[in-house]
């Protein structure tokens, strides 16, 4: 977010240069397993440290409901403060979004800067934004996430003595900024409608090609899966979101060409304004012929990932695409999963095995691949050929006769 738009708060936004020690704190309600929550927050500390901080410890409090003042309940905030105060932390990062009031009354008691999920993901959004779409999607995001902050940011008003005289400037300031975010998010929309134009433009002037898009969960290797299909150098790293911006390769498998598209990943508890900020760049999943959803088989709750994924889909309208889908990293799913001394025969035996029951399940062609070692890359190109094939076929069947 540039200066100029830092309405109503000191000259100072997102993660502090250089690592930061934070602490980060979530709610467990009794409905739901402890392990769930601890599974979020562990989620938390890999957003934490992709956007530059080291996380010190975790808290978790188990309430049915949010607390209206402090999230947490007094209590837990004022042990966690101590915490603080001893341990010498820079940061506290909420799993969940906080109010205007809530920030607040917890930066009174702990003296220290906090922050919430969605402010987190923003700025890690605003420093991995590269092209002006993307850029211009994330500043819309947060225009859209400060607009009802905007009261809380005022508060300093009522610490001053004497409220007569003080009401009407107060009011006057935050109608003044409220009007300013309006503009600005007025004017952002119509930026991103013009150049969701100009990219329509792009797409409809491309040859008469079958779309295949990468989708998934974020850090499953989507990136670099692409690199490897389309010998191009698209930028991935062990982080989340290194990829904001979607990136459309040509790629021809023998003579049958198609376009490649691999796009942002997606979160649990993704907030839904970051989704309809990036609306354009999904587009270009809505467009596709084809999906390839990519999902990470060495991690444990990769089934939570495959639902949150498909939940997005069905959001986005594209739930009834063809899919297929890609398990990356079986060579760390074998590590983790098998005994060094079970025989080879045995590992492949379960791995076909739970090949079949995925296939079954989820009513899609399902492949093990490992991006890393290139395992099974040529049999996923033979896969994607097929399914290619299938698309030109119903879609353009007189270009089939010429691969």
């Known amino acids: 977010m540039s200066d100029d738009w830092q309405v109503g708060r000191k000259k100072a936004s997102g993660l ?10 979530g709610i467990s309600k009794k409905s739901q ?27 978790i409090q188990k309430l049915d409901n949010p607390h ?10 004022h042990e966690i403060a101590e ?12 799993d969940d979004d906080l109010t205007a009031k809530q920030t607040g009354i917890l930066e009174e008691i702990f003296k220290r800067k906090i922050i919430d999920r969605s402010s987190l993901i923003l700025d890690i959004f605003a420093a ?28 300093h008003l009522e610490r001053q003595k004497g409220g007569i005289g003080m009401r009407g ?29 100009q990219n329509k433009t792009q797409r409809n002037n491309r040859d008469q090609m079958i779309r295949v898009a990468l989708v998934g969960y974020t850090n499953v290797g989507k990136s670099t899966i692409m690199n490897i299909l389309s010998k191009s150098k698209v930028f991935a790293e062990n982080k989340l ?30 907030p839904h304004h970051l989704v309809a900020s990036f609306k354009s760049t999904l587009d270009e999943t809505r467009e596709s012929d084809i999906l390839m959803h990519v999902i990470d088989l ?23 695409k063809p899919q297929i889908l890609v398990f990356n990293k079986v060579d760390a799913y074998r590590n983790a999963a098998f005994d060094d001394l079970l025989e080879t025969e045995v590992k492949e035996d379960i791995l076909a095995e739970l090949k079949e029951n995925l296939s079954n399940q989820y009513r899609h062609p399902v492949i093990f691949v490992s991006a890393l070692t290139k395992e099974n890359i040529n049999e996923l190109r033979e896969l994607m050929t097929v399914e290619i094939r299938k698309k030109y076929t119903d879609i353009y069947p007189y270009k089939v006769k010429s691969f």
């Open 83 to 94: 915490y603080v105060q001893e341990n010498d932390i820079d940061l506290i990062i909420f």
């Open 298 to 320: 060495a991690h444990p709750q990769y089934e939570d990932h495959i639902n949150t994924v498909n939940e997005t889909l069905v959001s986005l309208g594209v739930d009834n």
């Open 68 to 77: 209206p003042r402090t999230f947490i309940g007094d209590g837990k905030a």
């Open 241 to 270: 979101f290194a990829t904001l911006d979607t990136t459309v390769r040509k790629v021809v498998f023998g003579r049958m060409p198609f376009l490649l598209s691999d796009t942002v990943g997606f979160i649990r508890k993704l």
């Open 16 to 25: 502090k240069k250089g690592r930061e020690r934070a602490v980060l704190v």
């Open 169 to 197: 400037p107060g009011e006057m300031e935050i109608e003044t900024d409220r009007r300013i975010v309006w503009d600005k998010i007025s004017l952002l929309k119509k930026k991103l409608i013009k150049i969701d134009q």
């Open 128 to 155: 991995r934004a590269r092209t002006a779409q993307a850029r211009t999607q994330v500043e819309l995001a947060q225009m859209q996430y400060l607009l009802p902050r905007l009261r809380g940011l005022w508060t």
């Open 33 to 59: 397993p402890k392990e769930l929550a601890q599974e979020y927050l562990d989620e938390l500390e890999f957003l934490a440290m992709t956007a530059g901080a080291d996380t010190v410890k975790t808290f």
